[in-house]
């Protein structure tokens, strides 16, 4: 099956100020600062990206992050022949529930801004485990068609999945997010700087082979 952009059940870019009720806004930006919200909602899928000021408040004020940016830190998915042929990233954890919650306080907005638009799950409001910091670096670096509610050959209960990007596209070659919709077609896209993606952890998804460069990306499951 081809591979091809779906026209979404609604796409816009809208302007808000920072004194308005948005999802991601920086409140100490000012108010005559705008930024730009991109989004694609579908009944399979939510991907938006809220402005690089969100993604970079994270990243420059969580020093969990900081301190396991180091490759050496990290550890590698594919360690096996057998797992290789599924998954092959290096990965790091990061505990939502530790103060100040500089992670998992956005992802957690993001996530209930696009359950109330789509889905209206009941949610019982807590992570499904710690948010996962993932790296692809090395060429070949993937994840194969998979589901999240699937684990250790178990059915979990996780409901809805984030992925947010912490890299520009200009950073990488391949690496393309994948997802198959309920209509059997896929949706692709290849991540810029702050977008993020929620859908049902059921869907099944994966990362192409990277070509070259640093593909970097946080991953939640939440319940």
């Given amino acids: 099956m081809g591979i091809r952009q779906l026209a979404p059940l609604a796409q816009e870019t809208e302007q808000f100020s920072s004194k308005e009720s948005v999802v991601g806004a ?7 600062f705008l930024y730009k919200m991109k989004r694609v909602i579908t009944e399979d899928f939510y991907f938006g990206n809220f402005g690089d000021d969100e993604v970079t408040f994270i990243l420059e004020n969580d020093a969990e992050i900081e ?8 550890g590698l998915t594919g360690d096996s022949d057998k797992v290789s042929t599924v998954r092959k990233s290096l990965i790091t954890w990061i505990d939502p529930w530790k103060p100040p919650f500089r992670v998992s306080s956005p992802l957690y907005r993001i996530i209930s801004h696009a ?8 949610l019982k409001g807590e992570w499904d485990g710690h948010i996962q910091y993932t790296k692809y670096i090395e060429k070949g670096h993937h994840y194969s068609w998979h589901q999240d509610n699937f684990r250790d050959g178990e059915d979990t209960d996780r409901k809805l999945s984030i992925v947010y990007s912490l890299c520009h596209t200009k950073d990488y070659k391949g690496g393309e997010f994948d997802l198959r919709q309920s209509n059997d077609e896929v949706w692709s896209v290849k991540f810029d700087y702050g977008d993020f993606i929620v859908f049902p952890s059921t869907i099944v998804h994966r990362v192409r ?5 640093n593909r970097t990306t946080l991953v939640g499951w939440f319940r």
């Fill in 209 to 213: 082979p990277l070509r070259s460069g």
């Fill in 26 to 32: 920086n409140p100490t930006r000012g108010v005559k």
């Fill in 67 to 74: 301190s396991k940016k180091k490759d050496s830190q990290m």
């Fill in 115 to 122: 359950n109330d638009a789509v889905w209206k799950y009941d």
